[in-house]
């Protein structure tokens, strides 16, 4: 799960990675309000989230505003960390079969 991670850019940063990837992740993120107000809440609610898991958080964030990611973080930080580890995977999930279907389609 590290790994797949680890190749994820922050929730409401661009993805500066060349290729497929990184394209998609652009346009996963697509819907997340770039406001600078929006921005600033976003990236310390990011360092909060990694301050308490030592990880990115990740989230399929298709079709999801800001204020729905926002929400999504917030909430997901009284999480233990199994309950978050179960929440990751399926997030993981759910961005795999979007891109999978993606490539496909191709």
């Not at 301050?51 to 926002?70: K, N, P, Q, Y």
């Not at 917030?74 to 978050?84: I, N, P, V």
Request: proline share 1%.
């Amino acid at each position: 799960m590290d790994r797949a991670l680890d190749a994820h850019p922050r929730i409401g940063e661009a993805a500066h990675r060349e290729g497929a990837e990184a394209r998609w992740s652009r346009q996963e993120q697509s819907g997340v309000d770039r406001a600078a107000g929006t921005q600033q809440v976003l990236a310390e609610a990011n360092r909060s989230y990694e301050e308490r898991f030592g990880r990115v958080f990740l989230i399929c964030a298709t079709g999801l505003s800001g204020a729905d990611v926002l929400d999504s973080l917030q909430g997901r930080l009284a999480h233990d960390e199994e309950t978050e580890a179960g929440v990751v995977g399926e997030e993981l999930r759910k961005i795999a079969l979007l891109r999978l279907r993606r490539v496909i389609q191709t």
